[in-house]
C-alpha cells in the first residue's frame, strides 16, 4: 500500500486553475523530490496534502485513509515543514521545540537528539537573537522528530550551508531507513540531487509522465559537449548530428546512424580542452522540460 497516494487532484482560485488532474504515489522508503519552477503548483499540491488547502477535485490517502472523509486521522500520519517556517521570538529554542512537537502523538527522543546534536543549536537562547539558519534548522528538528510514515519537506535546504545541509542527508537517510517515506518540494535542483535521485517532475500543475522523462534522458545522453580553444569550431560534423553553441561550449547531439561515444572519438582528434558525454544529470531534465521549452514558447 502506498503511504501517500494523490488521483486526480485539481484545484482552482477563481478563474486561476493551479492543479490539473495530478496523479502521484510515493512508496514506503523513499525519498521523492517534487521538482518545478516556481509557479507550477508545487506549494500549492503540499497545502492540498497536508490540509491547508480543499482541493476542487480528485483523492488524497495517506497511510491508507482518505484524507477528504477522515482528514484528521489520515494527517496523524504525516508531518510537515512549510516553506515559511515561523517561529515565536519570545521562546527559546528548547519552548518552541516542546511546543512543535506537542501537536504529534508519537515523538522519536532519541532521534530528536541527534538532530539537536547534527545542527548544534543553542537551545537555551532566545529565538530573537537565532540566525535564519537555525531558525530553519529548528523547524526541521520539529518535523523530523515525530515518529510517522509521511514527511513533506518544502524547501528543507533553505539557509542552511554546505556543512548542514550534509547532516540534514544523514538525518534523512536515517528516516528512509526506518521505512517512512519523505516528500521534498524545491526549485533549487543542486540541492535536490544531495537529497534523492527519484523525481516528481510537476509541469503546468500536472505530473510529467515517466514516458516523457525517458524520452527527455534517451536524448540527453546522446548529448556531446565540447569546448575548444577561442575561435575554434567542430570540424567534419557527420550529417544528422544537430550543432548548438553555448557561450564558449558547442554542444553536439548524436543521430541514430553515429552515436556519441563514436562522435567524442572524432572530436578529440581536434584536442578539445574539455569533451562530456554525459549521463544527463537532473539540471539537464530541468532545463529540457522548463527553461528550454519557455524559449521556445
Known sequence: MPVLEIRGLAKSYDDHQVLYDLDLELEAGTITGLVGPNGVGKTTCLRCIVGLVFPSSGT??????????????ARRSLSFLPGEASVYRWMTGQEFLRFGLGFHDTIDDDFVGRCLEAFELPMHRKLRGYS????????????????????ILDEP??????????????????VQGRG?????SSHHISELELFTSQYA???????????EIDHILRALSRRVRVRFEEGVE???????????????DWILHASDEFDSHALATQLLKQQPLRLEVGTPSLSDVYDHLYVHTMERA
Do not use: C, W
Open 60 to 73: 488524497i490517502h495517506i497511510a491508507g485513509v482518505d484524507a477528504r472523509s477522515d482528514g484528521v486521522r
Open 132 to 151: 535564519s539558519g537555525q531558525k530553519q534548522m529548528l523547524a526541521l528538528t520539529v518535523a523530523l522528530g515525530p515518529r510517522v510514515p509521511l514527511y
Open 157 to 174: 535546504e533553505k539557509a542552511l550551508d554546505a556543512s548542514k545541509r550534509h547532516r540534514l542527508r544523514e538525518l534523512l537517510d536515517e
Open 180 to 184: 517512512a517515506s519523505i516528500l521534498i
Open 201 to 211: 517532475f510537476l509541469n503546468a500543475g500536472r505530473v510529467v509522465l515517466d514516458d
Open 234 to 248: 567542430p570540424r567534419d560534423v557527420p550529417n544528422g548530428v544537430r550543432v548548438e553553441h553555448d557561450g564558449r
